[in-house]
């Protein structure tokens, strides 16, 4: 999988937040990888071949929760309890490969990072991303999916601790941001305002031992 596609992908998406507004249906996160008929576990355990599948109404890489897809922007709560998915052709290919040919993409652990330019608000907003994959048996197809936690703070603040970037522009024009000037979990994005605000940029990190900004996928 092309890192500079998954990239170019992702950047067309946008995270809108609405702050004093009321709740979403709430869906926890859980820590570990799953899988089955709906679900199978992201790594180690052998798995049979299977065939790719028919991604085309999805697209390359959209939000997804409960039972939507949001090619471009999605629109959530501040106190949003439910976790969002990232899934498409490309979300699916990358995880299908391996960065350095050695590690699966599917067994790493990664940061959405979410970057904001509104008054008031922190800089990025950080989510642990869990790969995990579902499997329908009917067709023997595997589709492999990113689980944004955005409900466990503590697992992102634990895991996407480290310096990103915050984009408005490009990369190139991006400028480091460190975790004084981060949030993770969306409530604590900007505290003080009312209405909605936008995302400038979402990025993917790759997190080993925190984040840095070589691993920006």
């Known amino acids: 999988m092309n890192r500079f596609f998954l990239k170019i992908s992702i950047t067309f998406l946008a995270l809108t937040l609405m702050f004093a507004s009321s709740c979403v249906p709430q869906q926890k996160a859980n820590s570990t990888r799953k899988s089955s008929t709906a679900s199978s576990s992201g790594g180690t355990a052998t798995e049979e071949t299977t065939?790719?599948?028919?991604?085309?109404?999805?697209?390359?890489?959209?939000?997804?929760?409960?039972?939507?897809?949001?090619?471009?922007?999605?629109?959530?709560?501040?106190?949003?309890?439910?976790?969002i998915y990232l899934r498409g052709s490309a979300i699916n290919t990358f995880l299908a490969a391996s960065l350095d040919g050695i590690t699966n993409n599917v067994d790493q652990t990664y940061c959405m990072v979410a970057s904001y330019n509104t008054s008031g608000a922190q800089k990025n907003l950080r989510i642990r991303a869990v790969p995990i994959s579902f499997r329908n048996f009917a067709t023997n197809t595997q589709e492999r999916v990113l689980r944004l936690d955005f409900p466990d703070s503590t697992a992102s603040s634990s895991t996407c601790l480290g310096t990103a970037?915050?984009?408005?522009?490009?990369?190139?024009?991006?400028?480091?941001?460190?975790?004084?000037?981060?949030?993770?979990?969306?409530?604590?994005?900007?505290?003080?305002?009312?209405?909605?605000?936008?995302?400038?940029d979402i990025s993917l990190y790759l997190a080993g031992s925190g984040i840095i900004i070589n691993n920006r996928i």
């Open 165 to 200: 970037l915050n984009i408005q522009t490009t990369a190139d024009a991006g400028t480091s941001v460190g975790n004084a000037d981060s949030a993770f979990s969306a409530s604590d994005l900007c505290p003080n305002c009312n209405g909605t605000i936008i995302s400038t």
């Open 51 to 83: 065939e790719t599948p028919d991604l085309e109404n999805i697209g390359e890489v959209a939000w997804y929760s409960g039972t939507s897809s949001f090619e471009n922007i999605i629109t959530l709560n501040e106190n949003i309890a439910t976790v």
